[in-house]
């Protein structure tokens, strides 16, 4: 069966970077895109963006050009995810999730990690 | 960015009555694929959100009958024909055409 599964609980400084890591399993990784999505607490989910296990291509939501890098190792079927320059208003869940980009637009993400809370806090 | 709304953002609903959630996009999902990138997602306290419904009105594996998603263009609803207790939660709804944006949320619980 399709599993994602993300490392743990992380607290971080304002400044600091983080790396969520996301091991994919019961499908070929590489014919299948990675969105990560977040979720502050109480509030809706947030698309950050993609990536392509393929071809590594990324598709990154504005918001997070220039602060985010998405990377994906097939050898060992992870996805990575790591924000830089953590703020406050980072702390969220983040999930990982299954779903591909063609083009402009997305198929169905239909399998999401348990999620990853990273929180920021001086 | 298309902006996602749903209405009602809170609803109780008792056991075995229907429910209907109401989803509005601020941009036509219709794209020029001839494809609506429309899906419904649903979240459980304390979990991940799961797939419901793909392309409008197509459910994911798994996803029961008694819930089922219709619209076009800018009007979308998700009706879930007979509530159940495991049914409570939270549903949002989700467009697919860049950059991708979710509604608030529709916290549903039960009486």
């Known amino acids: 069966q399709v599993q994602l599964v993300q490392s743990g609980t992380e607290v971080k400084k304002p400044g600091a970077s983080v790396k969520v890591s996301c091991k994919a399993s019961g499908y070929t990784f590489t014919s299948y895109g990675i969105s990560w999505v977040r979720q502050a607490p109480g509030q809706s989910l947030e698309w950050m963006g993609w990536?392509?296990?393929?071809?590594?291509?990324?598709n990154l939501a504005q918001k997070f050009q220039g602060r985010v890098t998405m990377t994906t190792d097939t050898s060992t079927t992870t996805a990575y995810m790591e924000l830089r320059s953590l703020r406050s208003d980072d702390t969220a869940f983040y999930y990982c999730?299954?779903?591909?980009?063609?083009?402009?637009?997305?198929?169905?993400?239909?399998?999401w990690g348990q999620g990853t809370l990273v929180t920021v806090s001086s | 960015d298309i902006v996602m709304t749903q209405t009602p953002l809170s609803l109780s609903v008792t056991p075995g009555q229907p429910a209907s959630i109401s989803c509005k996009s601020s941009?036509?999902?219709?794209?020029?694929?001839?494809?609506?990138?429309l899906y419904w997602y649903f979240q459980k306290p304390g979990q991940s959100p799961q797939l419901l419904i793909y392309g409008v009105s197509s459910r994911f594996s798994g996803v029961p009958d008694r819930i089922s998603g219709s619209g076009s263009g800018t009007d979308f609803t998700l009706k879930i024909s007979r509530v159940e207790a495991e049914d409570v939660g939270v549903y949002y709804c989700m467009q697919g055409i860049h950059p991708f944006t979710f509604g608030p949320g529709t916290k549903v619980d039960v009486k």
């Open positions: 990536i392509s296990p393929y071809n590594g291509n990324t």
């Open positions: 941009q036509s999902l219709l794209h020029s694929d001839g494809k609506t990138y």
């Open positions: 999730a299954r779903g591909t980009i063609f083009g402009v637009v997305i198929s169905e993400i239909d399998y």
